[in-house]
């Protein structure tokens, strides 16, 4: 297992799906863990408790994204939490994982797409980035529909690949300072939210008939990924776009 021991994080979208699992996982391994939600205080609560009864610690950060002064919100949770519990308010590790898939069709909800996927990351990586220290890490949770064209994706394939083009970007700015920055981009995993339609036959069938790997995606082999590259294992690994969907749609299977 990684050891991310002394090291602090903050997860967005932390309280449900891959985002509560990114958490245990890095609350596991050893680091503190700010969990952002937006609304859903419950959850929030839930995953918190679940990583301290396991021995972990973390606490609860909450902003809307989309909203006037969300980064802000998120910055200062995060500084006067980090600050109660270690006496500063460094941070080492940045995963950007909310994201909403909802919307497009419209110019309000295209909007709100990008203003949640796009633009609330971009100017979150720019108010943490002066909590970082050398060694800092960034990872942003990208999506497999940015190589894959997919029917009602487009919106939110656009925000993904937008996100794909920050992380190079970022990265060759901050890689002089030793930080680095990169995309896990998800295949069809098995969220809650997804679990009705993922834990149906047929769906099983085909996503089995459309990876190399043929079986759903969970939560946890995401966050695998992720806490890889929050680790001192990954310190060579920057700009990069890592595929975690299991090698969906790479071409035909089997011939004849």
């Known amino acids: 297992m990684s050891n991310l021991t002394g090291k602090t994080a903050l997860v967005t979208g932390g309280s449900r799906g891959i985002g509560r699992e990114i958490c245990g996982h890095l609350a596991a391994a050893g680091a503190l863990v700010a969990v952002h939600y937006a609304s859903d205080e419950s959850a929030a609560k839930e995953t918190v408790a679940a990583i301290e009864s396991a021995g972990g610690r ?14 802000d919100a998120v910055i200062s949770g995060l500084e006067a939490g980090l600050r109660a519990r270690t006496g500063t308010a460094h941070l080492d590790i940045l995963v950007n994982n909310a994201a909403i898939s909802e919307g497009g069709e419209s110019p309000e909800s295209f909007d709100r797409l990008f203003a ?13 980035l002066p ?41 060759n700015d901050l890689g002089a300072r030793g930080i680095t920055v990169n995309t896990v981009a998800p295949g069809p995993t098995r969220t809650e939210r997804m679990a009705p339609f993922l834990d149906h036959p047929q769906a099983q069938a085909a996503v089995a008939a459309n990876q190399a790997l043929e079986r759903v995606g969970t939560p946890a082999d995401i966050a695998a990924v992720v806490t890889f590259l929050a680790s001192d294992a990954a310190a060579w690994l920057t700009a ?7 090698g969906s749609y790479l071409g035909p299977k089997r011939l004849g």
């Open 58 to 71: 973390a606490f609860p950060v909450q902003a809307r994204f989309g909203e006037d002064g969300d980064v």
């Open 116 to 128: 949640v996927n796009v633009r609330a990351p971009y100017f979150l990586i720019q108010r943490a």
């Open 131 to 171: 909590l970082m220290g050398e060694g800092g890490r960034v990872v942003n949770i990208g999506s497999g529909v940015t190589r894959i064209a997919l029917p009602g994706e487009l919106a939110y394939s656009m925000t993904k690949a937008a996100m794909e083009t920050l992380t190079r970007n970022i990265a």
């Open 240 to 246: 990069n776009i890592l595929d975690a969907t299991g």
